[in-house]
T-cell receptor, first 112, second 116 residues
Framework: EPEVTQTPSHQVTQMGQEVILRCVPISNHLYFYWYRQILGQKVEFLVS????????KSEIFDDQFSVERPDGSNFTLKIRSTKLEDSAMYFCASRDFHNEQFFGPGTRLTVL | DAKTTQPPSMDCAEGRAANLPCNHS???????VYWYRQIHSQGPQYIIH???NNETNEMASLIITEDRKSSTLILPHATLRDTAVYYC?????????????????FGSGTQLTVLP
């Protein structure tokens, strides 16, 4: 069964450093998403991507964040200058024209 | 999207049916009811969705009341592996014409614990 994959599974970085989280969505899907979950808190929407552009973004998704689909298979989330409060699990998701979103296993980002 | 209300926690005996309620009294006519679950910090997993008819798949059944103001997710024979946080989410379907991707808004969900 096709699945969404994410790399790395765990990323440790120093405050102020740039990180890129990578996702490979399911191949025929059209919509792509990033969510995050701070430990013990709710899953929060960050951004959605459709037709090679951002569809919607939340208040969390400020100028420090960017997304890209560089090669038709990968979908990346970049955080330019990480803060301590960016420490969280980051989940990528994708969907086709059906309603269900398929989530990846997540990347645990730890900012020191 | 309409707000949902779920009990914070429930227990269920292994092998018995787990019935998880959800209230969504402000749901509008074009909004679907989705259920996802999250097993201990893994990525959320889609379970089932419906608009107004009851739905069943290999994982669960979804019963939506006639007025659509509440629904129940039924796991017919719960196993220990069904222990998870279950989220009831109300959202419209994605729109190709507007490009709206209809992100999911997760609440706190119901922590279901299946007991041996």
């Amino acid at each position: 069964e096709p699945e969404v994959t994410q790399t790395p599974s765990h990323q440790v970085t120093q405050m102020g450093q740039e990180v890129i989280l990578r996702c490979v969505p399911i191949s025929n899907h059209l919509y792509f998403y990033w969510y995050r979950q701070i430990l013990g808190q709710k899953v929060e929407f960050l951004v959605s991507f459709y037709n090679n552009e951002i569809s919607e973004k939340s208040e969390i998704f400020d100028d420090q964040f960017s997304v890209e689909r560089p090669d038709g298979s990968n979908f990346t989330l970049k955080i330019r200058s990480t803060k301590l409060e960016d420490s969280a699990m980051y989940f990528c998701a994708s969907r086709d024209f059906h309603n269900e979103q398929f989530f990846g296993p997540g990347t645990r980002l730890t900012v020191l | 999207d309409a707000k949902t209300t779920q009990p914070p926690s429930m227990d269920c005996a292994e092998g018995r049916a787990a019935n998880l309620p959800c209230n969504h009294s402000t749901i509008s006519g074009n909004e679907y009811v989705y259920w996802y679950r999250q097993i201990h910090s893994q990525g959320p997993q889609y379970i089932i969705h419906g608009l107004k008819n009851n739905e069943t798949n290999e994982m669960a059944s979804l019963i939506i009341t006639e007025d659509r103001k509440s629904s129940t997710l039924i796991l017919p024979h719960a196993t220990l592996r069904d222990t998870a946080v279950y989220y009831c989410i109300v959202s419209r379907a994605p729109s190709f014409s507007s490009g709206s991707a209809r992100q999911l808004t997760f609440g706190s969900g119901t922590q279901l614990t299946v007991l041996p």
